[in-house]
């Protein structure tokens, strides 16, 4: 105890030689103070004094150059050199004197200086934030990420704005190791984390990777999170990462064996494994209650894409469509099969077009190389009074290898 006593002591100690020593070199070429400017001071506390130097500090915050120390008013340094001098505790005074007066002259002083500081003061943000950002600056992610555990454990008020960086720090070396020893902790920001790291579009590629370097399994969200990393993949698509991470959540396959079989299961609130629909004004795409049937009520001359999925390629498989009904004459339904990459213009794998009095149809997909296939349901009608309704029975994507499963 003695011994941690003596090293915070020594720490306070060079913090406050090396402020005293620019206060004394800046006090020899500084006016001196008009009489009753001492008087009044004089009067104030310590206490009042820092609050009163902390204040402008803030102050002189709000308007930033880039690049550049914060320019902090001669008559602020004033009243926290007054506040040293009335109290050499006054952490928050010797913070303003640090930036003011050292940062300026000696960079690797005030740096060696506020990490003193941060240790002597845990819920001082300012100090922990230039600390942050002098961390990130120095490629040192490690201890950015450390401080800002310790400023978002103390400091609500700060966690959805501190998150987008705390988020891209992860993409420094040293930074997922850092982290998960601090999730390991349950802090209290967790939640406030999750929730911008599923939705940083920036970040959302390393995802999978940090999970995976940290140990960590989606479980770890909750429901409305995973949901959310599920739909922001699918849209970045990001289908390795998705299918991959979507296939630790249980949650996820209950719907499977009724895909499996061609059924049209809504992959609702971003779950990867369904089918989603679309509609216009010109027509309404649904699957009834009760009903395994897909229903496109479409009005005179309507086109567009009313379904699509995303599935796993395993190998050469068979894709098929059937319909309840034949189609009305004039009227064509599209299926295709494309490689789902990032690009969203890929290589067509297998179409099929039917019209007339076809109620079915089926070919072969080879896909190659490509790890998923994006499948996608159009139609277009002809002019025809009152509009047309198309029932599609079933869409399934089947392996012809024993290896494989339909999907």
């Known amino acids: 105890m003695m011994q941690k006593v003596y090293k915070v002591g020594v720490g ?58 914060v320019a902090v008013p001669a008559e602020i340094v004033d009243i926290a ?9 006054a952490t928050e005074s010797i913070r303003v004197l640090l930036l003011a007066n050292v940062q300026p002259r000696d960079e690797q002083l005030a740096q060696e200086s506020m990490n003193t500081l941060f240790e002597l003061d845990l819920r001082d ?17 490690a201890a950015a990420i450390t401080k800002l555990d310790a400023l978002l454990s ?40 999750w929730n911008e790291y599923v939705s940083n579009q920036t970040a ?46 249980p949650d996820l396959r209950a719907g499977d064996g009724a895909l499996t079989e061609g059924e049209f299961v809504e992959g ?9 629909f679309a509609s216009s004004g010109t027509f309404a795409t649904r699957v009834p209650r009760g009903s ?58 297998g179409e099929i077009e039917l019209r007339g009095e076809q109620v079915s149809g089926s070919t072969v997909v080879e896909p190659g190389d490509c790890a998923h296939i994006e499948l996608a349901l159009s139609f277009v009608t002809r002019e025809v009074p009152g509009g047309e309704q198309i029932v599609v029975d079933h869409i399934s994507l089947r392996p012809n290898q024993a290896q494989g499963r339909a999907q």
């Open 81 to 89: 050199e007054d506040s040293f001098a009335v109290d050499a505790l």
């Open 154 to 193: 103390a400091h609500a008020r700060l966690r959805d704005g501190a998150m987008p960086g705390l988020v891209m720090l992860l993409s420094q070396p040293g930074a997922h190791d850092v982290m998960a020893r601090a999730l390991g902790r349950g802090p209290n920001w967790e939640m406030t984390f």
């Open 292 to 349: 395994d049937d897909l229903m496109i009520d479409a009005r005179s001359e309507a086109r567009g894409t009313v379904a699509g999925r995303v599935v796993e390629a395993r190998g050469p498989s068979t894709l098929s469509i059937s319909l309840v009904n034949p189609l009305p004459e004039g009227t064509v339904l599209d299926l295709e099969a494309t490689c789902a990459a990032i690009e969203r213009t890929s290589e067509v794998l």
């Open 268 to 276: 609702d609130d971003g779950n990867p494994f369904g089918w989603s």
């Open 204 to 249: 959302l590629p390393g995802f999978r990777t940090f999970m995976s370097d940290a140990g960590l399994s989606v479980d770890r969200l909750s429901s409305d999170q995973r949901r959310a990393l599920y739909e922001n993949l699918r849209e970045a698509r990001l289908f390795d990462d998705l299918f991959a991470l979507a296939a630790e959540d």
């Open 12 to 69: 306070l100690l060079s913090v406050a030689v090396a402020s005293l020593a620019f206060i004394n070199a800046a006090s020899e070429t500084r006016p001196s103070m008009a009489p009753n400017l001492l008087f009044m001071r004089s009067s104030i506390n310590g206490e009042a004094l820092e609050t009163v130097a902390n204040a402008g500090y803030r102050a002189a915050m709000e308007n930033p150059v880039p690049g550049q120390p």
């Open 125 to 141: 943000s300012i100090t922990t934030v230039w600390l942050v950002q002098n961390a990130a600056e120095n490629g040192d992610a």
